[in-house]
Each structure stands twice: as C-alpha cells, then as structure tokens.
C-alpha cells in the first residue's frame, strides 16, 4: 500500500486547516480552481478532487452563480448533525433515515440518470476500487459516491436533504463501514463489488435492482450495529 499521501489529500489537509483555523472566514469564497491550481502547481482535477472531500466533510458548499465557499456554522440544520456522533443509537438513526432516503434514491436514479451522472458514478467506482485496502480514503469515496447517487435521482429535493446530511454521514460512514467490515476476510473487497452492483444496475436502467441493492447495502449494516447492541 502506497504510505504517500496523494496531492489532493495534501491540498485538502491545507485547506481544511485554512479553513477550520478561520484564515477564510464563513460566507467567504474561496479562489477559483485556476487559482488553486497554480498556486499548488498541480492540476485542475486535483484542485477538484480535493474540494470533493471538503465538501463531504461538509466545509465547503457551491452556491448558484459560481464560485465555492466555506459553510457558515448554522446555515445548515447545525442542531440536527450535531446529535449524530456515532454512538449504537445516533449510527441507527442516521441509517434509519439513509433507509427512507437511498433506497428511493437508487430507484429514481436508476430511472432519471443522464450520461453524465454515469460518468460520474463511474469514477468514483474507479476510485474506490484503487483505494480497497485503504479505508481512510474509501471512506470518502464511500460518501462521495452515495451523494451522487442522490444527484443522479433526478430531485433537487432529495439532493438538497442528502446535502444536508452529508456531514453527519461523513462522520459516521467509518462506523457504517467498520459494521459491514467486521464480516472477515477480503470484506473490503466484497463490500467495493456491491457498490459496484449498485453502479451498474443504476447505469443499465433497472430500478428494481437498485431499489434492492441498496436496501441490502444498509441492511446489512443495521443488522451488524444491532449485533453488537
């Protein structure tokens, strides 16, 4: 396994700790990806990718009319994310509201995506099957990649709620994953090949298979946390 960090981990651990030490303040933008680029010397993707995993962390959002910023503390249902902190209880309720919300999700997804919602489910499947082995960073794509399943749905209502959220999953995908890991050997592997499933049943069309696949995928680590409660 690779022990280097990649540029746009480097470039996230900056800006995150730019940002959580207020050097940008909240409502504050941030500078264009350009900017970023060629201030870091790296590539605009990389420059991408790393606002990918601030905006998973829940620092930063995009708003209408361009331009990304940091997150003001109670613009977002603050008081809810603050309740999830990934105790037995808190990880069940959030995956009670998961169930509600992706599991729909996946089914309109696999009705409603466009060719550049695939493209985008594709590369983070990419990404996450480059990162078996390494949960810190599948971690994130774990997060990215339920998001943008929510995007791909079709509802800018349902995108929004799961935007809202994005934070407390973020916090609580480790424990999510460390549930559904606790299966044994090579369970990192199996896990990487049902979200895979779930990629293709969505790039191929077939609700059915969607709405099942992610009702398994959740399951799984409801009936993991209820073990060990």
Known sequence: MNLHK?????????????????LIKPNEKLDS??????QYRVGRSTVREALSQLKALGLIE?????????R??????????????????????????????????AELAAKHRTAEDVEALGK????????VGNEEISQIYDTNFHLAIAKAAGNPMLET???????????????????????GE????????EHRMLFEAIRDGDPQLAFATMAK????????????T
Do not use: C
Not at 78 to 97: F, P, Y
Not at 217 to 228: D, G, I, K, P, R
């Open 6 to 22: 990649k540029n746009y981990d480097i470039i996230t651990d900056e800006l995150r700790r730019i940002i959580e030490t207020g």
């Open 33 to 38: 990806i350009n900017q970023l680029a060629a």
């Open 62 to 70: 995009s708003r209408q009319g361009g331009g990304t910023y940091v």
């Open 72 to 105: 003001k503390p109670g613009h977002k249902p603050q008081a809810v994310l603050e309740l999830l902190q990934t105790s037995n209880s808190e990880l069940s309720q959030l995956l009670q509201v998961r169930k509600i919300l992706e599991v729909g999700a």
């Open 124 to 131: 983070i499947i990419g990404q996450m099957r480059d990162a």
């Open 161 to 183: 709620i799961m935007t809202h959220i994005s934070a407390a999953m973020f916090r609580t995908v480790p424990d999510s994953r460390r549930l559904w890991l606790y299966g």
């Open 186 to 193: 090579d369970a990192d592997g199996t896990l990487f090949e």
């Open 217 to 228: 995928h959740l399951a799984q680590v409801e009936n993991a946390l209820q073990s060990v």
